[in-house]
């Protein structure tokens, strides 16, 4: 096969990532995170209102773990640089949306610690205007937003070197699910991962749509990690399939093998951003493990949300919540299986069973565009 594979230049070590911009200027680890994992909740909510397509709320989300790779949250602001990656998505992926819906959706979604709307935009008062936060384009608080979305995108494009093009692991699920179908233990599996004439798409035996709809899920939530920053988004495709059919518990051939066997298989690949890919058993795990941290970091704040409310008297249900945090870390259980199937389109964020609709306590959710 001619020609040659083609480059990813965001990549990073883990070593690079703990010591990034924002960790050199005293933010701490578990802060800038916490960070990241706020403002990507934000994008996929201001996408989903303005109707983003989902690669465009995914690639935003690339955008804005690179943008934070060359600049510090100290010096700029998280949200707005995530609303500006958004708007940026939205025209490299062509889903074209107007700049007021933005500052409407960020005017709308903004609230106090209690909960109530803020409006920090201004609020319409017209009589009988049911959308106060479409406040008026002419507005000083529509007209100040609008200046600094337009400043913070001309900064995004500079770190960014006017590349748009962001590659999310949903493009290689297809492929993949063919490789692992082909990889099972044949004498142990009879389900099937693709249609055969003996396993139609209706048969017991036929699992590769709800495999899909998982790992597609699970690629949606893999954004608001950096993994995105580590591997390439094809280790991510195969790692996030690995996952979800662990879960499944599909019999396949040992990691190593398949490892092997699909990186053989890639020397040849037509597609350019997958010819020459050497996956690793290594990098297949970490992406899984960061996968279910995430997945227990979202049990963990439900659980204990849950055990807030039934009062502190009730101190037996602490244990309780760290078994089920516990569970939910291990690909053999069935609180791992639901924890992994947030519908498509959701965040990490959004996780199941957490949900994660409640405010975070990170600081980026406090913090403001004014």
């Known amino acids: 096969m001619s020609g040659k594979r083609i480059e990813q230049p965001w990549l990073f070590s883990a070593e690079q990532i703990k010591n990034s911009p924002s960790r050199q200027d005293n933010i701490d680890f578990e802060d800038e995170r916490s960070r990241r994992k706020s403002v990507c909740k934000l994008i996929a909510e201001i996408g989903q209102t303005v109707r983003a397509t989902v690669t465009a709320i995914n690639t935003a989300k690339v955008f804005f773990h690179r943008v934070f790779m060359v600049q510090s949250m100290e010096k700029q602001n998280p949200k707005l640089v995530g609303v500006t990656c958004l708007f940026l998505a939205c025209k490299s992926e062509e889903c074209l949306c107007q700049l007021k819906h933005f500052i409407w959706t ?11 709307k803020a409006y920090p935009f201004g609020k319409r008062t017209d009589e009988g205007c049911s959308r106060p936060w479409e406040i008026k384009e002419d507005s000083e608080g529509f007209q100040e937003l609008k200046e600094k979305i337009l400043a913070c995108e001309r900064v995004c494009l500079h770190v960014l070197g006017f590349e748009l093009n962001a590659t999310n692991p949903h493009c290689f699920l297809d492929r993949f699910i063919r490789f692992f179908d082909s990889v099972r233990k044949e004498d142990k599996e009879k389900r099937r991962l693709i249609a055969t004439d003996n396993v139609g ?15 597609t899920a699970m690629a949606n939530d893999s954004t608001t990690t950096t993994v995105c920053l580590q591997y390439e988004a094809g280790i991510v495709a195969a790692a996030i399939l690995h996952l979800a059919l662990k879960i499944r518990k599909y019999s396949l051939m040992k990691m190593p093998k398949w490892c ?15 010819r020459g890919l050497v996956v690793q058993k290594e990098s297949i ?48 259980s069935p609180q791992a299986e639901k924890a992994s199937q947030p519908s498509t389109g959701s965040t990490a964020s959004q996780a199941r069973p957490s949900q994660g609709h409640s405010s975070s306590n990170s600081s980026a959710d406090n913090e403001q565009l004014q």
């Open 285 to 332: 795990e970490d992406i899984s493990a960061q996968l279910l941290d995430l997945y227990d970091e979202s049990t963990n704040k439900t659980t204990d949300s849950a055990d807030a409310e039934q009062g502190s008297s009730q101190n037996g249900h602490n244990s309780k919540s760290d078994s089920a945090a516990a569970a939910a870390a291990s690909t053999n």
């Open 260 to 274: 092997e066997k699909l990186s053989e298989e890639l020397k040849a690949e037509k597609d350019a951003r997958l």
């Open 106 to 116: 960020l005017n709308k979604l903004d609230r106090t610690n209690d909960g109530q």
């Open 201 to 215: 798409v209706d048969s017991d035996d036929f699992i590769g749509r709800q495999v899909q709809e998982m790992a």
